[in-house]
């Protein structure tokens, strides 16, 4: 039996961990709280930003790392993303253990402002932030050290747990900035992608990991409302633009022509099985 070792293995790790157990992999996790790992994912305590990470498997033929930053700090990203990459690295070579394939979750964020332009994965990348910034240090270091591993750059994941917009739609809370493209991806479908591309015979360097619809923020917002019985949060013209990204149209081409498909492929049917997994009725 192959073995995954998923290096930070949070929400998102986790639900890929149980999905590539699943198909049929042994599956290592190693988190900072491995008590909270589900069977069947053997965890492991460890700090992507320590230097000091336990043993890898030498059984380990895939390994996916997944880093989530304590804070969203330009250090803390370093330590987490970079530093954490180089660490699993290094504990690799230290171990000896030389897996057929190696993956790094990294961001939409290394993209710039498109001004409602078409990205995808021969987009130069230009962050607007130090963040991004240090997201696309992490990938370089992965591809000079391992020219074959494969970097999944997502969108803004949301899915259980990542309620944010349904929040704010519901508290009344929600700013409608007018114009202002919006990408994202469910959680399960970017576990999904993470288990696919494991399993490619001959993989791009790159992908990009979002839904089928760049869609204007309004309308995400007015949907939410709808379904939640809501009047539609007004548009607010003083609000500037998004903090959270900007403002481009992200492609899933490359991703959907690998073989993939989305269980989610728009908002639409992500956000309702959100809504009826937090047992919110719809109007």
Not at 171 to 192: C, E, F, K, M, Y
Request: hydrophobic content about 40%; overall charge negative.
């Amino acid at each position: 039996m192959s073995r995954v070792l998923i290096a930070g293995c949070g929400d998102l790790g986790t639900e890929a961990g149980l999905r590539f157990a699943a198909a049929g992999f042994a599956v290592s996790g190693w988190r900072r709280s491995p008590e909270k790992l589900p069977a069947p994912i053997e965890g492991a305590a460890a700090d992507l930003a320590d230097a000091g990470l336990p043993p890898v498997p030498a059984d380990t033929d895939v390994v996916v790392i997944t880093p989530a930053a304590r804070e969203r700090s330009e250090a803390a990203y370093r330590a987490t993303y970079r530093d954490g990459t180089a660490h699993v690295l290094d504990a690799l070579e230290r171990d000896g253990v030389h897996p057929r394939r190696i993956l790094l979750v990294s961001s939409t964020a290394v993209y710039g402002d498109a001004d409602g332009g078409r990205v995808d994965e021969l987009t130069p990348t230009d962050p607007a932030s130090a963040t991004g910034a240090v997201l696309r240090e992490a990938e370089q270091l992965l591809l000079a050290r391992r020219p074959d591993a494969v970097v999944l750059r997502l969108a803004g994941i949301y899915g259980p747990g990542r309620t944010r917009l349904i929040d704010q739609v519901r508290s009344g809370a929600a700013v409608v900035r007018p114009g202002q493209l919006t990408n994202r991806i469910h959680r399960d479908d970017a576990a999904a992608a993470l288990v696919h591309l494991a399993g490619l015979a001959d993989p791009a360097s790159l992908y990009l990991g979002v839904d089928d619809e760049p869609v204007e923020q309004a309308e995400v917002l007015a949907f939410l409302a709808a379904e939640l019985g809501l009047p539609a949060p007004a548009a607010d013209p003083d609000a500037g633009a998004s903090p959270r990204g900007g403002n481009r149209r992200l492609s899933n081409a490359r991703l959907r022509g690998s073989g993939f498909t989305f269980t989610y492929p728009t908002y639409r049917e992500g956000y309702r099985a959100v809504l009826a997994g937090t047992g919110v009725r719809h109007p």
